[in-house]
């Protein structure tokens, strides 16, 4: 499929998005492969789009995502998480870390940087709570990444961020297994042990030479909080770098939306209610705002289970509640923020 730019007076029900689509006052209002049915129409329409991108199909071709694509992504997503055990594991016992062999994870996960949307389809698919300290490295420099692309920062920069999230928690190796995979919750020393892994990672890397300073940084400050009651250090706002302020985002995030050995992950819908409640205390606003508004569009398409347990598909989420999305069952559409009753109960 090739791509053509078309007056959206002339869109079609069935057509797919070729790339993704910002208001004049930069909202997201859909993103790329979501297919163009009644209610995105009246949306662009609202949001006065004159033009979008859109595939351009053969006559006798069937309207369809690329399966390769998000095939190679997810077959890239397993082989880093295989490669970062390794690497972790060799930091652990003190053994020398190829510089290649993080260069090789790294790239291998950058050269994905404009799939977003089969990025976090991906993330949503594959969840491991078994090895949840290498999956969720993994997750968090992905999403370190997209952030960090929606920030507009430099390639430098965005490289520095994928390596970040890969490192930010290997000091969970040196946390005593049987509190990391404990099943109820943890107490106060054991959450005391749990507060030293900052700490342990960064003792980890700080004399070699193939962590950058930027990364060692992240590893020992990626749980410190704008208000200060962060740790290990209760740094504030004012004394975390941008990369930081990236991570502890990501970090969270991910770790809301993931299967853990204590709870069951919560959908992205309840994970962006509960980060927006603590951004402006915890969490740098302009960089929770931006990775909130962006990742909430790429879930337009994804299917979902709701609490009435009927099924759908995600047909929009808006800008201003981004909470609520907007669901499609069969011809129906449910507006979730006129709902209250109706909430997404998981992702399927």
């Given at each position: ?13 069935g057509?797919i998005?070729?790339?993704k689509?910002?208001s ?7 993103v790329?492969?979501?297919v163009?049915?009644?209610?995105i ?13 859109i595939?351009s ?10 399966k ?8 890239n ?5 295989i490669e ?9 016992k003190g053994k ?6 993080i ?5 291998s996960?950058y ?12 993330l949503?698919?594959?969840r491991d ?8 490295s ?11 692309k929606?920030?507009?920062l ?16 290997i000091?969970?190796?040196?946390v ?11 107490d ?28 060692k ?20 706002g ?5 990369y930081?302020k990236?991570i ?6 991910d770790?809301?939306t993931?299967?853990?050995t ?11 209610e509960i980060?927006?409640?603590?951004s ?9 705002d931006?990775?909130l508004e ?7 398409g994804?299917k ?24 499609s069952i069969?011809?129906r ?16």
């Open positions: 499929m090739g791509k053509k730019c078309v007056l959206v007076s002339e869109c079609k029900i057509d998005i070729a790339q689509i910002v004049k006052y930069g909202a997201t209002i859909a790329e492969n979501t163009i049915n009644n209610y129409i009246k949306k662009l329409a609202t949001f006065e789009t004159k033009y979008i991108w595939y199909i053969d006559k006798d071709e069937l309207p369809k995502i690329d390769t694509s998000f095939s190679d992504v997810k077959k997503y397993k082989t880093n998480i970062i055990n390794q690497v972790v594991n060799d930091l652990c020398k870390v190829e510089v290649n062999k260069d090789k994870i790294s790239n996960i050269k994905n940087i404009n799939d977003e949307y089969y990025i976090v389809k991906c949503s698919e594959l709570s078994e090895e949840y300290v290498y999956t969720h993994v997750n968090v420099s992905f999403y370190g990444m997209l952030l960090s929606w920030l507009c430099t390639k430098k920069d965005i490289n520095q961020i994928v390596v970040a999230g890969l490192l930010h928690d000091g969970n190796v040196k005593p297994i049987e509190i990391l995979n404990k099943k109820g919750k943890v106060v020393e054991e959450f005391d042990e749990i507060k030293k892994h900052p700490i342990y990672g960064y003792n980890m890397v700080k004399d070699t030479s193939i962590v950058s300073d930027v990364v940084e992240v590893i020992l400050m990626h749980h410190e909080r704008m208000n200060s009651t962060g740790y290990p250090l209760g740094k504030d004012d004394e975390l770098s941008i930081c990236i502890a985002v990501v970090d969270a995030y770790a809301i993931s299967d853990r204590y709870r069951k992950r919560r959908t992205p819908f309840e994970a962006f980060l927006k409640n603590n402006m205390e915890y969490f740098d606003i302009h960089v929770m931006t990775f962006n990742i909430a569009a790429c879930y337009v994804s979902v289970l709701l609490t009435n347990d009927e099924e759908g598909e995600i047909l929009y989420v808006p800008p201003h509640c981004i909470t609520n999305p907007v669901v069969g011809e559409y449910i507006d979730l923020s006129k709902e209250s009753d109706i909430k997404v109960k998981a992702m399927l």
